[in-house]
């Protein structure tokens, strides 16, 4: 059994550079146990992982690399494995990658897939508070993606919101930036961050206002926007009151509508 | 009447602006943040959406109008000049201070701006692209907006609207002449359509100007339209052949369909009663069908009854497509061009490019087929795979019945 640890539980590169070794030397996937950070059990030696002077090179295909890139941010334990394996067929066959009706490629995929969803939902739902630090402000956000995206996902909020200062906690860690630089910190609670923000009164405002309560379709925002996100969303506290008061709302604006005997 | 706080306009100004269902964020020039001044990034692909009301409807963009007021009159408009609702008005600079204050905190993508028509329409126009310049210029703000621009407004400033917006859109309101006569006397068919035309030319110039040019001036990538369905008696044939005709003649993003819904103090002229959303979501798939699954309006309208020129409602229209002309069925999913596979009920795009995809690697099976979609029960009277076939099955008087869904409450909403 070969043991191989990882840095944290989104290193791609790690994977990257022990897989390629391993597959250089042929090592079956069923002999390989990937392990990350502190789940260190020392059972096992840890694998050799360098490279045979004049061993051939490893070549895979771009998409083989994008799906596992996105792969390793999922927290199915078992996502290192399944990309080594995947990856010993490729480099046999690197058509392996195009039949997207292959178990193994689509059991990836469906990862995939899901990476893609908790990366969306993060950018969409991120909520960020404003903190007075100093003659400054700063925002804040709390923030529980279902995977280890958070790192992969700094990119996009630096982009759009590269002349903040802003912060974005989570409970297995935290990115901060300031303007020119983007730090990484611990995980962090709910409690450290404001407690509220005056515009959220004005946000909900707006939410309210922009509903139609004669085309209440609740199932429809359910599926696009689950419970679980609704902790940390303002605007949710007011969904129960409006959903309860549609149909009379509605009644009432056909009854004001008639004309008049 | 008693002062409004900025909570106050925004509820009258929001209420005023969410018949309006275009809501898309997506389409702009892929841009971000990084080197300017101010906030704000566009992805090219899909748009985000921020949140959900219970109505099911995504809110990805601040959407209001500068004013409720308006001179004009339209019976289906809850802003018509002869409605008592209470107006109001935001200042240039309220609107853009409030989509900074949203923006900054996460809550949306960017502005959608409209307005009634106050003054004249090049007023109107003015107003509108005031907020957007200062917003663009004074703030380096590089988030969304999309504006509406006002059909009889001057075309330099309607220009000017489409230098500072991803998106312009002019509302051609109904699906035929006469409704838009009778509900909309004010508006006029061949001037709104002459401002599309307009507007397609300068998108088009410009895009042709980015591809000489890297530094050519950014300019909107694309104009869209709603059409409110049921206020008159306009049939789903006339509003798949008039969005069709849109689609090809203005080169449109999107047409968007809006089931009339009862508003508050509403004209009399108008039904009342609760919006046709079965009908609009028709509407929806059918426009699919002609934008992503190669069906051209004539196909459309071929599903629709002859008599009443209306969609089925029992079923979508890409199977009842199917259950008419069953002599294109069943479809060989290992040796069928990508045009039949996209025919079959069940099979979405990318169930059809995975298809196309995994044949080129082997001969696919059932359980295959099953791994790419959604259901492969569906699907079984349609197809033909390495070890299925139908047993003429398409020939059976009781195939609608076998695949369409369970008629659990055809009328989803019924009164």
Partial sequence: ?261 | MSRLDMAGKLEILADAAKYDASCASSGAQKRDSRGGKGIGSTTASSGICHSYTPDGRCISLLKILLTNSCIFDCHYCINRKSSNVRRARFTAKEVVDLTLSFYKRNYIEGLFLSSGIIGSPDYTMEQIVEVARSLRLDHDFRGYIHLKTIPDADPMLVEAAGRFADRVSINVELPTVPGLTKLAPEKSAPRIEGAMGQMRLAIEDSKDARRRYRHAPRFATGQSTQMIVGADDGTDRDIVGRAAHLYDRFGLRRVYYSAFSPIPDASVVLPLKRPPLQRENRLYQADWLMRFYTFTPEDVAQTTDPVTGMLPLDIDPKLAWALKFREHFPVDVNRAPKEALLRVPGLGTKAVNGILSARRVRRLRLEDVGRLTVSVKKLLPFIVCEDWRPVRLTDRADLKALVAPKPVQLDLFGA
């Avoid at chain 1, 597959?23 to 996937?29: D, E, H, K, S």
């Avoid at chain 1, 146990?33 to 020392?42: A, F, M, P, S």
């Avoid at chain 1, 630096?158 to 903040?164: E, K």
């Fill in chain 1, 1 to 261: 059994m070969e043991v191989i640890w990882l840095e944290a539980p989104d290193d791609f590169d790690g994977w990257r550079m022990a897989a390629r070794a391993l597959a250089v030397r042929g090592v079956p996937p069923e002999d390989v146990l990937w392990q990350v950070g502190d789940e260190v059990t020392d059972l096992f030696a840890g694998a050799d992982l360098t490279l045979p002077k004049g061993a051939k090179t490893l070549n895979v295909p771009k998409d083989f690399i994008e799906l596992a890139r996105m792969a390793v941010l999922h927290r199915d334990p078992q996502r290192f494995a399944l990309l080594y394996g995947l990856l010993l067929r490729v480099g046999r066959d690197p058509r392996v990658m195009q039949d997207r009706a292959d178990p193994l490629v689509r059991r990836l995929s469906v990862l995939v897939k899901a990476i893609r969803r908790d990366i969306h939902k993060m950018r969409a739902f991120v909520r960020f508070r404003e903190m007075p630090v100093g003659n400054r402000v700063r925002y804040i956000s709390w923030f529980e993606p279902d995977h280890h995206i958070l790192r992969a996902n700094a990119g996009f909020f630096v982009g759009r919101f590269a002349n903040m200062e802003w912060s974005i906690l989570t409970p297995d860690g935290s990115v901060h930036w300031d303007g020119d630089v983007l730090t990484e910190g611990a995980g962090a609670s709910r409690s450290d961050i404001p407690d509220e923000d005056p515009t959220e009164k004005i946000w909900e405002a707006y939410y309210a206002s922009i509903f139609n309560p004669s085309r209440l379709m609740t199932g429809a925002m359910l599926r696009e926007m689950p419970k679980k996100y609704w902790k940390n969303m303002p605007e949710t506290r007011l969904i129960t009151g409006m959903i309860a008061g549609a149909r009379s709302r509605e009644l009432e604006m056909i009854e004001r509508s008639k004309p008049k005997a």
